[in-house]
């Protein structure tokens, strides 16, 4: 019962349910096929449309502009919109601007606010976290080279970064960097907002995932900082806060990534129940009808109910006791949801045979991309590893 939600957020989420699948689904296979681009004037449309309902920003509080759902309620919302590869941006919380919206309403000064905060909450533009680098694990975000020396009253940033997702076409980016070598690990780093065009900065590339470099939002970039310098009033928060700010965005952040891999999980059961069902293997003879794709059904219905409840367990431990006295559940949502979606992604594929390599439906889309959700934010082996230390302090 604690995971019940309100009639009129019921009525919210079946509304948008519907929305996603009538304006949404449509646009899919033209992304999939031709890129981002080719659809710029039909998702503005869309994001009107979604806007004009009241449907902004459900993650970000009335003050600022949004629906003002709690953690939890914004885990079903995310469910719904995971169903779309495309959904999260037709809303407004798509990952990153949705965490950088999240630490600039925390830690923006007014003017970042003005400047940086309030065009992002409206959608007209786009922004990108630099955290990741390509000679250093992401896995250990206190260890890191891109430094920024404080040079009288600004920082002149120098560094690699890659893998910063959505950097192409992205205004700004919140650059992390370290800017107190000789401090605690924990205390090295902060974080330095830096706007596209800057002397110094340049977006390098978009590197290749499993082939596709993709395009605008859907894109992963190769960033460098040569010498770029910006003010120090660009900075967010207290200099070598750095790292505490990005613990406190990637602890919510993995909620929204877990409920969307369930979306996707949904998306894929529907496609591959459906296709089961009117596919013949012999003439009165369906899929669904043979005993591997009954286990596999089975099998992942009940991987996607119990995953379901993990998060929503969690996003609710996170809304009453806050993120630190959840961090055990983050930890195991992280990697078991990834898993349960690597294995029905799978078997969609597989139920689907040679028309599941192909762009016609989004599932190998999301095989691509999808199978970093046990590399991102933290891999599996890392989580299973602070989580069992954890467990086992108890017992010392």
Not at 92 to 120: H, R, V, W
Not at 229 to 243: D, K, M, Q, W, Y
């Amino acid at each position: 019962m604690i995971f019940q939600v309100s009639d009129e957020t019921k009525m919210i989420l079946e509304t948008m349910h519907d929305f996603v699948r009538e304006e949404v689904y449509p646009l899919e296979e033209q992304y999939l096929i031709d890129g981002i681009r080719s659809l710029q004037s039909s998702l503005e449309e869309k994001r009107k449309k979604a806007r004009d309902l009241g449907f902004w920003l459900p993650q970000i509080s009335k003050e600022y502009g949004g629906m003002g759902f709690t953690l939890m309620e914004h885990g079903y919302v995310s469910e719904i919109l995971g169903r779309s590869p495309l959904g999260h941006y037709v809303f407004n919380c798509q990952a990153p601007d949705a965490g950088n919206m999240e630490i600039l309403i925390e830690y923006g000064s007014e003017e970042q606010k003005e400047t940086f905060l309030s065009p992002l909450l409206d959608g007209e533009i786009r922004s990108c976290f630099a955290m990741t680098e390509p000679d250093y694990p992401g896995s250990n975000p206190t260890w890191m080279s891109t430094s920024a020396v404080k040079d009288g009253e600004e920082y002149s940033i120098n560094g690699n970064k890659w893998f910063t997702s959505a950097a192409d076409g992205a205004s700004f980016a919140i650059v992390m960097a370290v800017t107190n070598p000789d401090a605690e690990k924990h205390f090295r780093a902060s974080q330095i907002i830096v706007p596209m065009g800057t002397p110094g900065f340049e977006v390098v590339r978009n590197t290749p995932v499993m082939g596709e470099p993709g395009e605008g939002y859907g894109s992963h970039s190769e960033l460098q900082f040569i010498d770029c310098s910006v003010p120090v009033t660009n900075r967010l928060g207290e200099e070598g806060a750095g790292f505490v700010i990005a613990q406190q965005r990637l602890g919510p952040g993995r909620i929204h990534h877990c409920m969307r891999w369930i979306g996707i999980c949904e998306r894929a059961f529907d496609l591959m129940c459906a296709h089961a069902v009117q596919r013949e293997v012999a003439p009165g003879r369906t899929l669904a009808s043979q005993g591997t794709i009954e286990n596999w059904v089975a099998e992942s219905r009940a991987e996607i109910n119990a995953a379901r409840l993990m998060v929503l367990d969690a996003a609710h431990k996170i809304d009453q006791e806050g993120t630190y006295a959840a961090r055990d559940e983050i930890s195991l949502i992280k990697f078991h949801v990834a898993n349960v979606l690597q294995e029905v992604l799978d078997r969609a594929i597989q139920i689907h045979g040679a028309m599941g390599m192909t762009d016609y439906t989004p599932l190998a889309f999301w095989y691509r991309h999808e199978r970093a959700a046990r590399i991102y934010d933290g891999p599996d082996e890392v989580h299973k590893r602070s989580v069992a230390r954890r467990i086992f302090r108890r017992y010392s």
